[in-house]
């Protein structure tokens, strides 16, 4: 998916390959991140929520030990920046956060809402991607989600008529997902993927008084 974009921006060659192995790479850094954290189904403390943050920190470094990495591991580190500059791990802001980070951390919250979580089910591409686009400006950048945007409505939104989201690579059944969200999901399960990843980055507690998890925050196939 980035790759794509990345073609669709004009990038050259080399800095398509890079953003298509750094969306490989992105979520390295969880192989430091325990297992109990990364699959717990309810909420997380602050202890536990800054602890998954160091992904992103640990993935960098694992991925820079050599220079011909050097791009790969930007994304890596960076993937969880905002574009508001409240993201982390360097609260990097706007055209500081390397472009591949930029592309990759859109990927990365439309897989992560449309595969299932151990927390929640997947949701529908559509709404999905318009959480997205209510994100433009502030988590993501509004120049590459109008580009994801042509990909979506090319590629992803015909594909989904009928089959409205993927799961370990295999099509989610609507309806499927309309139970699963009924049964264990938050009742909005669109506003509890990536609306709440954004107050979580900003500091804002959830109403519980604990964090969630990230929109990405566990070790699936899609992430
Ligand atoms: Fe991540």
Redesign the pocket.
């Known amino acids: 998916m980035g790759e794509r974009v990345a073609r669709l921006l004009g990038l050259p060659e080399f800095e398509q390959t890079t953003i298509r192995i750094g969306g490989y790479l992105?979520?390295i850094g969880?192989i430091a991140i325990a297992d109990r954290i990364l699959l717990k189904p309810g909420p997380l403390t602050d202890e536990e929520y800054t602890e998954t943050q160091r992904?992103?920190v640990i993935g960098g470094a694992i991925v820079s030990t050599h220079e011909a990495m050097t791009g790969i591991a930007q994304i890596v580190r960076h993937?969880?920046e905002r574009y508001d500059g409240t993201g982390y791990p360097d609260r990097l802001a706007r055209d500081a956060v390397p472009l591949g980070a930029r592309i990759i951390s859109i990927a990365?919250a439309l897989s992560a809402m449309t595969t299932d979580r151990p927390y929640r089910a997947a949701i529908p591409i559509e709404p999905a991607w318009e959480e997205i686009v209510r994100n433009s400006g502030s988590q993501f950048d509004p120049a590459i989600v109008e580009v994801f945007g042509t990909m979506v409505e090319q590629e992803l939104l015909p594909r989904a008529s009928g089959m409205v989201a993927f799961s370990e690579g295999r099509p989610v059944d609507p309806v499927r997902t309309e139970v699963q969200a009924g049964r264990g999901a938050p009742k909005t399960p669109v506003a509890a993927s990536v609306a709440p990843e954004a107050r979580r980055t900003s500091g804002t507690r959830a109403p519980s008084g604990r964090r969630r998890h990230?929109t990405?925050g566990a070790r699936t196939p899609a992430?």
């Open positions: 992105h979520d969880k992904h992103s993937h969880h990365d990230l990405s992430s």
